[in-house]
């Protein structure tokens, strides 16, 4: 079969159903895997040059349509937080003064939040409303009978209402759907419990804590606020909305829509191809997920500084004013500084109501438990546990082996960034030193695209992914990821 005509002669005479047999595996026909070959070499390329396409094509095919929906769904978030701020300012915090009833502004802020919900889950609101009422009654009950375990008691009741939920009451997909707005809700109102239950706060009454809980700038996108800073918000006064407030929101914004761009259409479709090797593909796959994620960081951050939230979204003075720092993350110096940056308002929230009371069971036992209450609040979902534990054991190697080393060598090599006076002999600067720790931030790289590999775009995300795609995709890369850091620790061991 020398030319396209006699391949054209040899299809018409072949029988579809050995051409299906023999691609099933169920027979063998040397003269059949030659045609086959030879139709891939004549017609494969011919078919790749006509799957690529122009930037400008791109932008029409992809980014505008993109572009288009994420603003039909941003753009009413951002009205309602705007208008929610203007009439926020409405309340006078001098008694001299006539202003509108605190309790009007809660109750105000909790019908924008359900409107925000309906815009953007419809009907599905109801499981997101049902738990926030049935908490509230929970809440209450324990208060009166015995405070200080309200925070344990709204925890174990929002495990099991987030389980029954994923098993049993809720469709697969409507419940993958609402289940980052869900867990917003969950870390609110845990952290409420806990500080009614330690006496940091006092019981909310119930518009207070529905203003709270379903306030529009957070309600969908997050980031999680604690409930003094949603106080603190209604103390607002016109001066925050200056210049540089309003060149804050803007570049917020941007960026979100850029890192949605970017991870839908430029990365996927344009700038790395399908037919790229299996590691190039799955560095393409993970970096589309996280740019997804920081798309939903910066919109979220948008909505909250638009509603009044102020630049501290967390309590850490050396990193406040953004939810993301994506920087940290795409050129990271440890697994450690990933894990911290990729959700700031979510690791102090970790930090402060998981890590630290944990802490007196050892570190290891509050990084495994840290993990777990993150996996419990995503629901009963393999891939995510299995990524969530395997990132924090990742973490906790990497920690311990990387501060070994740096005692044994006296050098900056640990997992965070040494202070500029922490007296070890070989600086940040030293180039030994530099070379190390961009190795070790590779090595963060290679395990970033390991970890979110499966994270891809398959049919699969829209009710979640199953443990046979998870394995099937870990095995593709022969658990590499997970043999290297295997190694890791028996060498922190052994040194």
Known sequence: MESLDDLDMYYDDIDEELIQAYLNGETMDPELEAFLSSYQKEYGQEYEEAASFSLLELGENCMLPVLTGALKVLLPLLALSFIFKLISNLWKPDAEEVGVPRSFLHLTSALFGVLALHLVFSRDLVYILYCCCLVYIVLIAVHFLCRQYCGIAVSTFLVVYIILCELYLVEETTW??????????????IGLAFDVASGVEGMPSMSEYLGYVLCVGTVIFGPWVSYQD???????????????????????????????????????????PSSSYKWVL????????????????????????????????YKDNETRGSVSKPHYIEVPRSLVEVVTYWNLPMHYWLKTYVF?????????VAVILTYTASSLLHGLNFQLAAVLFSLGFYSYVEFVFRNKLSRIFNACIQAKKCPDNCGHDYTSYHPLVLLTNVCFGLIAIFHLAYLGLMFDSSKEQDKGYTMEHTLEKWANLDYASHWVVLGTFIFYLII
Not at 283 to 311: K, P
């Open 230 to 272: 949603y106080k603190n918000m209604l103390c607002q006064d016109r001066k925050s909305m200056n210049v540089w407030w309003i060149i804050r929101v803007a570049k917020s914004v941007a960026i979100s829509l850029v890192c949605m761009i970017y991870s839908t259409c430029l990365l996927t479709s344009w700038l790395i």
């Open 176 to 189: 993958h759907k609402v289940r980052g707005a869900q867990i917003i809700m969950s870390m609110k109102v």
């Open 356 to 364: 630290k009371p944990s802490r007196v069971f050892g570190t290891f």
């Open 282 to 313: 799955a560095y393409r796959d993970a970096q589309s997920f996280r740019f997804s994620h920081y798309f939903v960081s910066f919109a979220s951050e948008t909505t909250a500084l638009l509603c009044g939230l102020r630049t501290a979204f």
